[in-house]
């Protein structure tokens, strides 16, 4: 089999993934093979209860032989979990279930050739517990990438992306430098050429209302303005800085690709209000591909069988080449 498989980390056994995953099944003819690493009880009893009724191809973690994937299938690799209720609470009693899950594809992806990583939402609040903002950095850190990655919501009319990403408003303005902006531009230029093979027309926030404010050294004109300029002077396309509340009018949007912003909801939260699912999480600057659905665990939907399969279903087309 000539076709690059595409590795999924069912991410968080209690969240609304293996619902969305099986949805995303039944809509998509895949060229690539996905291999699902998920526990196989999980996997089993989430779809006698949600009404599917996949076929399980298991496969073996070690000598993996991508000869063996079947397309019609669900080609999974087991990772054993312990649990009471198919449809239990989160809790950190997850943590060593989802960390073996990620170093089992890390693995694979060091080992061979695939189309990029998908992974499930995780809880930040028991999962990471303050070792990471977010899976973002704990691949980063996996990868020893740590100070070279950034996140990036991607539509094909319009893509965002935060400077800083999980932190606290009060923390903000402390991680704002002119090396994490050229770093960031520089590694969205990259691949948009590399994997999109366009170079991209790129928006730069301001961090305060108007790009303006009463006191010294804003960080408009100490930071933001001069790494703009240094970036227009190394011929990459940027402008700015622009009030994040004007941004994203009809008038500016159409004049760009994406629009890159100091902070998580400032980017986000317009971006998901213009786009609801049809958007995808994907982290740059790994050493492959790596992709999220753009939503969290949402363990409230978990069993009714209501959850939009959308964003996963973008991340498999993104993939699905």
Do not use: W
Not at 66 to 72: G, M, P, R, V
Not at 80 to 87: E, I, M, T
Not at 193 to 203: D, E, N, T, V
Not at 268 to 294: E, H
């Amino acid at each position: 089999m000539n076709d690059k498989p595409i590795i999924v980390v069912g991410g968080e056994p209690y969240s609304v993934f293996l619902e969305i995953f099986f949805k995303s099944k039944q809509k998509i003819n895949f060229k690539n093979p996905v291999i699902l690493i998920a526990s196989k009880e999980l996997v089993l009893l989430q779809m006698k209860k949600l009404g599917f009724n996949f076929k399980i191809n298991i496969i073996s973690e070690n000598n993996l032989n991508f000869n063996l994937l079947d397309k019609s299938r669900i080609n999974l690799i087991h990772v054993n979990f312990k649990f009471k209720n198919v449809f239990d609470k989160i809790s950190d009693k997850s943590n060593s279930y989802i960390n073996k899950s990620f170093d089992i594809a890390l693995k694979i992806l060091k080992e061979k050739s695939c189309s990029g990583l998908i992974n499930g939402p995780i809880s930040k609040k028991y999962f990471l517990k303050g070792k990471s903002l977010g899976v973002t950095e704990y691949l980063a850190k996996k990868t020893k990438n740590n100070n070279n990655v950034a996140m990036l919501i991607y539509n094909k009319k319009l893509s965002v992306s935060p400077i800083t990403t999980h932190l606290a408003l009060k923390d903000v303005h402390k991680n704002i430098s002119k090396q994490k902006i050229n770093t960031h531009i520089k590694l969205i230029t990259e691949f948009y050429k590399k994997i999109l093979k366009r170079k991209p027309k790129i928006a730069i926030t301001g961090l305060n209302p108007h790009c303006e404010s009463n006191f010294k050294d804003c960080e408009e004109d100490a930071i933001i303005l001069p790494a703009i300029k240094n970036l227009k002077a190394r011929n990459f396309k940027v402008e700015g800085p622009f009030p994040a509340d004007t941004i994203f009018s009809k008038e500016h949007l159409k004049n760009f690709d994406v629009i890159v912003g100091m902070y998580h909801d400032q980017v986000l939260t317009p971006m998901k209000a213009l786009f609801g699912f049809d958007a995808i999480n994907i982290t740059l600057g790994l050493p492959f591909v790596r992709i999220s659905p753009d939503h969290g665990p949402n363990s409230s939907m978990l069993g009714k069988n209501l959850s939009n399969p959308k964003s996963l279903i973008e991340a498999l087309k993104f993939l699905n080449k």
